[in-house]
């Protein structure tokens, strides 16, 4: 049973009745008329139970992206059923309206539709949905809830997609015209031309030139069908706060952003997120559903405080692929690498495969010493200066092991990794 608001403007005239009668056995009598009344309209309500509802939706979208979602609500009593029903997702789900007007008549049925617009990824679920029927007084009705099995999954943003037709077409200019003449790692046979002047003789085709009496060179482009491997840190190197998200988010538009265009260049790619434990894995994707299906692995993980596992990492690097691949790290590189054992992987990790490191770095701070400022402020400025210096010490340490280290903002790493992978395939070291 519930009580309309009328219902409570009406109780408030058995006070203006108690003070023109100044009796309050007139003020009990009224309000237990009023009680009385609502209990009676109540139970002549029909009961709640015979609305039934049918949800139509898609199952996932992404963050900031509407959602619509149609509801069939059915009357199958043989009576005429007013009142209100409300469907309820958490605050991050963002639906409007949440509430909805219905007058059904007996059989009848009514669509209403709301919108969706998430505020952050992951499941998103519908606890119950709460019916209220007014009864023929008007002064009251019946309330009834019931749970739900709704849910819509809701994916990453995506932010950084609008750098991939850029960088589509750079992978489609060096396909077209970036014809090596020195053979590399990640280079392959693509055709023979004549020798000009300028041209490296290692690059001239001996038996070539003797067979056709002209001297021809050998031309190399960059390899398709090599592997990638994208390890992503959803330990506490992803859980780090940068600004107001987390640098797990950052990994995450990377990620996707790497994935994708590796997809459009041809290359096989891999996907693992671990911190103490593997998290998930997307192994051997290729083409346009690739995104969506890195998208649905990360739409449930959250970064953890646990020290990340980067022996477990390089293990999990080694179950997919011996060949000479190239492995993109990211995570926040500090002094945390070095206790949680990055350092110690990279010598051998290094050694078989190409080591791209890319971190999320804070804003620098203005480091320089004012007079006015406060005891903290400097205590704050000299521990921000340390960490520099510390993160600093610790890159360079990186870079003499053989990787390779892409430090940028958080809507600036997407595209700073995407850069390094293009250059790779433009020298041909992939």
């Known amino acids: 049973m519930y009580v309309r608001f009328p219902t409570v403007i009406v109780s408030m005239l058995g006070v203006l009745v108690a003070l023109l009668t100044s009796s309050l056995a007139a003020l009990a009598l009224f309000e237990l008329l009023l009680l009385l009344a609502c209990v009676s309209d109540a139970a002549?309500?029909?009961?709640?139970?015979?609305?039934?509802?049918?949800?139509?939706?898609?199952?996932?979208?992404?963050?900031?992206?509407?959602?619509?979602?149609?509801?069939?609500?059915?009357?199958?009593?043989?009576?005429?059923?007013?009142?209100?029903?409300?469907?309820?997702?958490?605050?991050?789900?963002?639906?409007?309206?949440?509430?909805?007007?219905?007058?059904?008549?007996?059989?009848?049925?009514?669509?209403?539709?709301?919108?969706?617009?998430?505020?952050?990824?992951?499941?998103?679920?519908?606890?119950?949905?709460?019916?209220?029927?007014?009864?023929?007084?008007?002064?009251?009705?019946?309330?009834?809830?019931?749970?739900?099995?709704?849910?819509?999954?809701?994916?990453?943003?995506?932010?950084?997609r609008r750098h991939l037709p850029a960088r589509v077409a750079q992978l489609r200019e060096l396909e077209g015209r970036a014809l090596l003449l020195t053979r590399g790692q990640g280079t392959e046979f693509d055709s023979l031309r004549e020798y000009v002047a300028g041209d490296d003789v290692r690059a001239i085709d001996w038996r070539s030139t003797a067979r056709l009496g002209t001297t021809v060179v050998r031309t190399w482009r960059p390899e398709r069908d090599r592997r990638v491997i994208i390890v992503t840190d959803s330990g506490r190197g992803g859980a780090l706060r940068i600004g107001e998200n987390p640098a797990f988010d950052a990994y995450i538009e990377t990620s996707l952003l790497m994935a994708a265009l590796a997809g459009r260049a041809g290359d096989r790619v891999h996907v693992i997120t671990l911190d103490a434990h593997v998290r998930s894995v997307l192994t051997d994707s290729r083409g346009t559903r690739i995104i969506n299906r890195l998208g649905e692995a990360?739409?449930?993980?959250?970064?953890?405080?646990?020290?990340?596992?980067?022996?477990?990492?390089?293990?999990?690097?080694?179950?997919?692929?011996?060949?000479?691949?190239?492995?993109?790290?990211?995570?926040?590189?500090?002094?945390?690498?070095?206790?949680?054992?990055?350092?110690?992987?990279?010598?051998?990790?290094?050694?078989?495969?190409?080591?791209?490191?890319?971190?999320?770095?804070?804003?620098?701070?203005?480091?320089?010493?004012?007079?006015?400022?406060?005891?903290?402020?400097?205590?704050?400025?000299?521990?921000?200066?340390?960490?520099?210096?510390?993160?600093?010490?610790?890159?360079?340490?990186?870079?003499?092991?053989?990787?390779?280290?892409?430090?940028?903002?958080?809507?600036?790493?997407?595209?700073?990794?995407?850069?390094?992978?293009?250059?790779?395939?433009?020298?041909?070291?992939?």
Do not use: C
């Not at 019946?142 to 999954?153: A, F, G, I, K, M």
């Not at 492995?327 to 206790?339: C, D, K, W």
């Open 44 to 160: 002549l309500a029909p009961s709640p139970r015979k609305l039934t509802f049918q949800r139509e939706a898609a199952a996932s979208t992404r963050v900031h992206t509407a959602l619509e979602q149609t509801f069939i609500l059915s009357n199958t009593s043989g009576r005429r059923m007013r009142g209100q029903w409300r469907d309820a997702w958490p605050p991050s789900a963002a639906v409007t309206p949440s509430r909805h007007s219905f007058d059904l008549a007996p059989g009848a049925s009514i669509t209403t539709t709301s919108t969706i617009t998430p505020l952050r990824r992951g499941t998103r679920k519908s606890e119950h949905v709460t019916v209220r029927i007014r009864g023929p007084l008007g002064l009251a009705g019946r309330q009834h809830s019931r749970p739900t099995l709704w849910e819509v999954r809701v994916l990453p943003p995506f932010t950084s």
């Open 298 to 430: 990360f739409a449930d993980v959250e970064p953890s405080l646990d020290a990340t596992d980067w022996q477990l990492a390089a293990s999990e690097i080694d179950r997919f692929t011996r060949q000479r691949s190239l492995v993109v790290l990211l995570t926040t590189v500090g002094l945390s690498s070095i206790s949680d054992g990055l350092l110690d992987i990279l010598p051998k990790l290094s050694l078989r495969h190409t080591v791209l490191i890319g971190s999320v770095q804070r804003a620098k701070a203005d480091l320089s010493p004012t007079p006015s400022e406060s005891a903290l402020q400097a205590f704050q400025t000299a521990a921000d200066a340390r960490s520099e210096l510390e993160t600093t010490a610790v890159i360079r340490s990186i870079q003499q092991l053989g990787a390779t280290v892409v430090q940028a903002d958080a809507d600036e790493l997407p595209p700073a990794i995407a850069d390094a992978y293009i250059e790779l395939k433009a020298h041909g070291k992939l």
